[in-house]
């Protein structure tokens, strides 16, 4: 096929190549066609015509720029806003839609516009086929009667689109279509080289209408249409002879430019002699071994050039992203021409944190985030924002329990201002996060008025001002050309939707949130062409691959959902339907577009196969993320495509990223960058990692006070216990509307004091199941006092977990059954009871050892018979008595404290009673022929251990249990990394 190109190429002369177009399927294919031909003719010719080269969208521009009295052309923005307009307005004049008019549905519609239109079909034939399907089975089936109601609006929308287009003298392509056909052009194209197949084979193909306006556009001498044996077999040749009668055919197997030495087909490379496809485990470990395969060969002789070199992937995302990570690591030049969507661009995702600031209500996840965004400067009083005042902000919102609302966030700030009293802790902290508060309170006015409904054009308008009074550069961009073009598409964008309400609907009002999902639709449909690297291992998508010329070629990432890729469908309507409006229905077949879609992308994959000149690999990966994924369908027909194989063994595992060099011993620091070798010779002074210090020994430290909670969370991981109690870091604050955890605590343990001291008041020694109704009622009294003291919005939150729901028991059945289910006659019920001495504790070797202890005991019961029982309330999780000591140790000291005031009892239960968990109850259990004793004896000896851990500074990262980790607050600064090997 390039052969063909290159011939019909080099027979043009500049007069004839300016008349002449050549239909490939992206932008990126254009320029790939241009270098291999290039490549070619510039062998043996010092000049060479070039002809225009586009994909479909640039034939008709090119055919628009030569016609005369061209109505007004549309932007795609001009028509998605023209269409919201009459869809909007069909609906206000009764036709009511089944679904919401969302702007991605909008984009969805015009979509099925086009597919009706490019078929070749009018509105009449869509509403009338669909309609004969569907009204047989509307009063059975209430899916026909939704679509048959979904057909009678699209329709009519469709209508009043056409009937504006032309009453505004305007043109979509399709009567951009009509107008071409109607009048010569006196500058005609003369000759067009289709160099893509159809639409069924190709989602860049050719619609049945392309072919028609090439078969009929006047002064068009010539149509030439270009394709492999391969893709004619898979039933192209059918469609193009019914798409273009009276085609010539002309077979040309006999021009190949390959040397007598070549053969005509690569060499299939493969891992072994039954392996065909080499699976690595993910695509960054596909592209590493590729990176270890081309430095091999580099070593050991006379390798092809890179640029002779392909890599070939069936989307570019996200290898282009992975490739600069893993070739930049391994020093591999590498160049890629693509396009990638734009709203994946670095300013896009700012532009995406103000419509996120505004759709949230200045949420404190999405305020912060924005104050902290490098592409954006704010400034407080002529300062710089310092990182920890956004940090002390943050914390401080999320304390205050701030969700979002313009209102909030100034009632906090006054608050700041007046609050009196806050010296401590939180005075510093809203001391340093002054600065960032202003700016916050002072954003957020600025972006208020987008939250309210008001005029499109005016919000778009605010949106472009906040941007550029402050957007700045980036301090050390890497690539500013590239950022500068990213800001110039955004705000041309931007520019470009406020130009398309302006003149089609500048009345439009919308809101923050309206706002917001329409600039991102609208930014979510563009694309960027972005070009990696200048020189070196070519990274291309299949498109542009087709028109490479390349020595050696790997297909990249055969995974089932790639290789083929899966067809994109409407979201209106399934493919039997949409099949009714096909130019050549196949009644007696309605699967037969998909068979003939699948043949043809298999036909794609063996001509790719057969791409390279001299060797050609296949390399497939088995997870993504987590998952695991099945290799393509494609990969089982390798073998059977008669290449001939040559089995090559694997590249040798030498060092050859950047991460390899720095791990050798010693490092071979002269491989890496230079900024990384800076890092590497500070680390280098660091002490060794086989030193005590990196396997958590931080030297002695002297705990202030004794505490069983924080002893727990040691025995839990004594690494996270040194984060949080050594280094003293704060948890990263977490939204919520309920109070924190302390904070509700208190507020239930305030509710059963009460509850407890009147039942006792009352007379009452236990509560029986007898007793439950009195109880009952007398808590709920207790509970509607406590309530009413609570802010509004609080008490509506607690009281369901109070009194329960239809999905759960509340807190008063749980304490109630958990009281009525033990019987026992209480003399004397201890609620907060306070521990405040030194307590004798068994250490290991059955030795004693004082421990001086506070704590207040949530509730201690002193029973008939000389007894006692612990009960500790927990609001949600209860822990492990096997890994916590806490109950144990309250156990043993307060029998000591009770013996001490003259009322010695020994203990008969301890327990945690969770208020709101899935157990209600977990008691300390001894094992058969154990007494309570030994369990208390156990976790005084771990208790005492751990003290003596503690104070020798023995913090190595253990997490137990391991799942720990998925929820430490303190991950990102834990060093597991350096002690697991040790510890494993
Ligand atoms: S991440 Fe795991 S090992 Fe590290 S401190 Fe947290 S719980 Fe311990």
Redesign the pocket.
């Known amino acids: 096929m390039q052969d063909q190109l290159a011939g019909l190429i080099s027979g043009l002369d500049l007069e004839t190549a300016t008349d002449t177009f050549v239909v490939v399927p992206t932008r990126a294919a254009g320029e790939q066609l241009r270098r291999s031909v290039e490549d070619r003719l510039l062998q043996t010719r010092a000049v060479m015509a070039w002809p225009n080269v586009g994909p479909r969208a640039d034939l008709y521009r090119e055919l628009a720029s030569r016609a005369t009295r061209t109505p007004l052309p549309l932007s795609e923005f001009d028509r998605e806003v023209l269409l919201a307009r009459v869809a909007r307005e069909v609906r206000q004049a009764g036709l009511e839609p089944p679904f919401a008019l969302r702007p991605s549905l909008v984009a969805e519609m015009v979509a099925l516009y086009d597919h009706i239109r490019r078929q070749a079909r009018t509105l009449e034939d869509f509403d009338r086929n669909l309609r004969a399907e569907l009204e047989p089975s509307a009063d059975t089936d209430r899916g026909a009667a939704q679509l048959l109601g979904q057909t009678a609006f699209l329709t009519a929308v469709f209508t009043a689109y056409e009937r504006q287009l032309a009453a505004l003298g305007a043109s979509d392509e399709h009567r951009l279509r009509e107008h071409l056909l109607a009048a010569a052009s006196p500058r005609p194209l003369q000759h067009v080289l289709v160099a893509v197949a159809d639409r069924v084979a190709d989602a860049d193909g050719l619609w049945p209408v392309d072919f028609a306006l090439l078969a009929q556009l006047p002064r068009l001498a010539r149509v030439d249409v270009i394709a492999t044996e391969a893709l004619l077999a898979s039933g192209f040749l059918e469609r193009v002879h019914a798409a273009l009668p009276g085609l010539d055919e002309v077979l040309d197997a006999g021009s190949v430019s390959r040397t007598s030495t070549e053969s005509a087909a690569p060499r299939l490379v493969v891992p072994a002699a039954d392996v065909l496809v080499a699976i690595a485990r993910d695509r960054e470990e596909e592209l590493a071994l590729v990176a270890r395969r081309l430095k091999a060969a580099r070593r050991s002789g006379a390798p092809p050039p890179l640029a002779r070199q392909a890599l070939i992937v069936r989307r570019p995302l996200p290898y282009l992203y992975l490739a600069r990570s893993v070739f930049g690591g391994a020093g591999v030049p590498f160049e890629a021409l693509d396009t990638l969507p734009l709203a994946a661009e670095p300013f896009a995702a700012a532009l995406d944190l103000v419509l996120d600031a505004v759709a949230t209500s200045f949420a404190r996840p999405a305020l912060v985030g924005l104050l902290r965004s490098p592409h954006f400067t704010f400034e407080a009083a002529s300062l710089h924002l310092s990182e920890q005042a956004i940090g002390a902000l943050d914390r401080a919102l999320a304390e205050a329990r701030y969700l979002g609302g313009l209102d909030r966030l100034s009632a906090l700030s006054n608050g700041w201002d007046t609050a009196t009293g806050h010296t401590g802790r939180e005075g510093r902290r809203r001391r340093l996060a002054r600065p960032a508060m202003d700016v916050a309170l002072d954003l957020a006015r600025q972006l208020a008025p987008l939250s309210e409904p008001g005029p499109v054009l005016q919000q778009l308008e605010s949106v472009q001002t906040f941007l550029s009074r402050h957007h700045r550069p980036l301090a050390h961009d890497p690539d500013p050309e590239r950022s500068a073009r990213v800001r110039r598409a955004v705000t041309g964008a931007l520019a470009a939707l406020g130009a398309a309400y302006a003149v089609h609907d500048a009345g439009a009002e919308v809101t923050g949130g309206d706002l917001s999902s329409t600039i991102r639709r609208f930014l979510g449909g563009q694309t960027f062409a972005v070009r990696t690297g200048v020189a070196g291992l070519c990274l291309l998508d299949a498109q542009a691959a087709r028109f490479a010329d390349v020595d050696e070629a790997q297909l990249l990432g055969l995974v089932e959902g790639e290789w083929p890729e899966p067809a994109r469908r409407s979201i209106f309507y399934p493919p039997s339907l949409l099949g009714l409006i096909d130019p050549a229905p196949a009644a007696d077949d309605p699967n037969r577009r998909e068979s003939e879609a699948r043949a043809a992308a298999r036909a794609a994959f063996v001509d790719l196969l057969g791409l390279a000149r001299h060797h050609v690999r296949a390399s497939a990966f088995s997870l993504e993320f987590d998952t695991i994924v099945e290799p393509s369908p494609f990969a089982d027909d390798i073998g059977a495509i008669g290449l001939a194989v040559e089995v090559a063994d694997l590249p040798p595992s030498t060092a050859v990223f950047a991460e390899e060099a720095l791990l050798a011993v010693p490092p071979a620091l002269e491989a890496v960058s230079p900024q990384a070798r800076a890092w590497a010779v500070i680390r280098q002074d660091r002490s060794a990692s086989g030193d005590r210090r990196f396997l958590g020994e931080a030297g002695p430290w002297a705990m202030p006070r004794v505490s069983v909670s924080r002893i727990d969370r040691y025995l839990?991981?004594?690494?996270?216990f040194?984060?949080s109690e050594v280094l003293a870091l704060e948890e990263e604050p977490e939204d919520g509307d309920l109070p924190p955890p302390w904070e509700r605590g208190r507020f239930l343990h305030a509710i059963f004091e009460s509850f407890f001291r009147e039942w006792q008041q009352r007379g009452h020694r236990g509560v029986s199941a007898e007793d439950v109704p009195a109880a009952r009622a007398l808590l709920e009294g207790v509970c509607e006092r406590a309530l009413a003291s609570l802010p509004a919005q609080e008490a509506a939150l607690e009281r369901p977990r109070l009194y329960g729901s239809a999905a759960s028991a509340g807190i008063i059945d749980r304490v109630l059954s958990m009281e009525a289910e033990r019987p026992a006659v209480v003399e004397r019920r201890l609620v907060e009871f306070e521990l405040d001495a030194a307590f004798s504790f068994r250490s290991p070797g059955d030795t004693t050892r004082v421990v001086p202890l506070r704590a207040k005991v949530d509730r201690v019961d002193l029973l008939s018979g000389g007894l006692f029982r612990v009960i500790d309330y927990k609001s949600k999780l209860v822990p492990d008595p096997r890994r916590s000591v806490q109950l144990q140790v309250y156990t043993s000291a307060i029998a000591q404290q009770l013996e001490r005031i003259g009322d010695a009892r020994q203990p008969v239960e301890a327990f945690y009673l969770s208020l709101e968990g899935d157990a209600p109850v977990k008691a300390l259990r001894p094992a058969r022929n154990q007494a309570l004793d030994e369990i208390l004896r156990e976790a005084e000896q771990r208790m005492v251990q751990a003290i003596d851990d503690i104070g020798a500074g023995h913090f190595p990262?253990?997490?137990t249990p391991?799942s720990?980790?998925a929820q430490?607050?303190?991950?990102s600064?834990?060093?597991?990394a350096f002690?697991e090997p040790e510890d494993a």
């Open positions: 839990k991981c004594p690494f996270q040194f984060a990262a253990r997490p391991r720990l980790c430490c607050p303190f991950d600064v834990c060093r597991k002690v």
